[in-house]
């Protein structure tokens, strides 16, 4: 019974925070941290990825490839990366 309530307990929390995030972003995607995006690189050349698309990807210009941001967390997997 108890570790229910903590579970509970852990994901109202967790649903809070997301609730405070999306109303101080109003909504819209937080922009990844400028010391994330020094040390993310393209998974498949290795080379230096950028933020587009008003924070909802991230772009690898050599590879052509476009990685997703989904919940502010960077969804760095090749076979999940989009061609452009």
Avoid: W
Avoid at 5 to 14: H, P, Q
Avoid at 40 to 47: H, M, S, T, V
């Amino acid at each position: 019974m108890f570790e229910v309530v903590v579970e509970i307990c852990f994901y109202l929390n967790l649903k809070r925070q997301t609730l405070n995030i999306k109303l101080f972003s109003g909504g819209k995607p937080m922009p990844i941290d400028q010391e994330l995006l020094d040390i993310l690189a393209c998974p498949k050349c290795k080379g230096e990825v950028k933020l587009e698309n008003e924070g909802s990807s991230l772009v690898c210009h050599t590879c052509r490839l476009k990685y997703r941001i989904e919940d502010d967390i960077p969804v760095m997997l090749i076979d999940e990366a989009q061609a452009f």
